[in-house]
């Protein structure tokens, strides 16, 4: 029998995470070290009033039902959470979850986005904001983040080139954001919101903005919101999620918030491809999101002395690593031997050290040069990767 395949299938290829990790298995099988600076997951644990919530409701034999919702008591901690945190005031027509925000991003355009709407999303991005809207037939166009302008996009020249005054065909439906940006690790300034919200009212541009790292922001800064500038809920959602927080990956939860026409009409299609989230992961969930705060900010400080051993560590042996200033990445230009093939770069850094990292390319043609590396690994570990790096001499 022969199969043939949806078209859409020629454009997803195999991920670079599948691939780095084959090359990371075949390395460790050989009996090879490996420094896996690859994939952001968190290698910390998550709390333990996070954990006993979570067993405790996984020994209820009643909560291994379909849950259908949101439990009122998940929809409150959100509430809380979001007014604590950030001092945004939500309604529970405001809040859903998701199974983890990647889940949502990719589901979330088929309310707004008609076959060849176009979506904006940045380059360099996390793959993700693209392929969600392309699933939905959306007209995929990359706005252009460069390193001298802050990776800030500039929404003077979108809005020439998709906002309101641009013919039919060309007019923006969503525009995606996300600061700190994966995988440039940089953060956006106040004022910047104000401008994107002012810009999504004038051209009528629907924001999804992905808040993943709000709790891993460094050097004494605070983590915002979204939500928390002005006119945020007319024009836009966010996506909150626990996985890089509370290292509650594997659980996949996460929230959609913000504005209640969208939340409803999300709520609308889910309802028709899931049955609500395990009871017990919503039970952790609850815990995480009502508990303290503590362990986040520990982490947080944490991730800074990783941010500190690699960036600076790099540098001093004559590879210039800017500090990351949010996210658990760290991103730069490769070394200039190599112009901008980052892959070849990535793969002789493998061979010649174990040390693994993720090619910028892999998100958008202006990745191209670049590498990212997830600070997943402890002090100590950092420091003897770089020592490796210095002695094998890619850098010369």
Request: proline share 5%.
């Amino acid at each position: 029998m022969t199969i043939e395949f949806a078209q859409r299938m020629k454009d997803y290829e195999e991920g670079i995470f599948q691939v780095l990790n084959e090359k990371k298995l075949e390395r460790e099988k050989a009996g090879g070290r490996v420094f896996n600076f690859s994939v952001g997951t968190p290698d910390f644990k998550p709390p333990q009033h996070i954990v006993d919530a979570l067993s405790e409701a996984a020994k209820i034999p009643e909560n291994y039902k379909y849950s259908l919702r949101d439990i009122p008591e998940l929809i409150s901690a959100v509430e809380q959470r979001y007014d604590k945190r950030y001092g945004v005031k939500l309604e529970d027509n405001e809040i859903m979850s998701v199974y983890g925000s990647q889940e949502g991003i990719s589901h979330i355009a088929f309310t707004i986005v008609n076959p060849g709407d176009i979506v904006l999303v940045p380059d360099p991005g996390y793959p993700v904001f693209s392929i969600g809207p392309s699933l939905a037939g959306a007209n995929i166009v990359p706005y252009k983040l460069y390193e001298e302008k802050g990776y800030l996009p500039d929404l003077n020249e979108i809005e020439k080139a998709y906002g309101a005054g641009a013919p039919a065909g060309q007019r923006a439906k969503c525009i995606i954001v996300s600061y700190p940006l994966n995988p440039v690790c940089k953060c956006a300034p106040d004022s910047f919101y104000d401008e994107l919200i002012a810009f999504a009212k004038r051209n009528n541009i629907f924001v999804i903005h992905d808040n993943a790292y709000s709790d891993i922001v460094y050097d004494g800064k605070v983590g915002k919101s979204f939500l928390a500038f002005e006119g945020a809920k007319e024009v836009g959602v966010e996506f909150y999620s626990l996985s890089k927080s509370f290292n509650y990956t594997g659980a996949r939860m996460s929230f959609v918030v913000g504005n209640k026409d969208l939340v409803a009409a999300f709520k609308r299609l889910r309802s028709q491809i899931d049955y609500g989230i395990f009871l017990p992961v919503q039970y952790g969930a609850i815990a995480a999101l009502t508990g303290p705060d503590d362990c986040v900010k520990e982490q947080c400080k944490e991730y800074e002395k990783r941010r500190n051993a690699l960036c600076d560590g790099l540098t001093n042996i004559g590879w210039k690593f800017e500090r990351s200033q949010g996210s658990m990445f760290a991103w730069t230009a490769i070394p200039e031997k190599y112009g901008s093939d980052d892959v070849k770069f990535v793969m002789d850094l493998f061979e010649k050290t174990g040390v693994l990292c993720t090619p910028g390319s892999s998100f958008g043609d202006l990745g191209k040069g670049h590498v990212r590396f997830a600070l997943v690994l402890p002090v100590e570990v950092i420091d003897e990767a770089v020592n490796i790096i210095a002695e094998s001499g890619i850098l010369k």
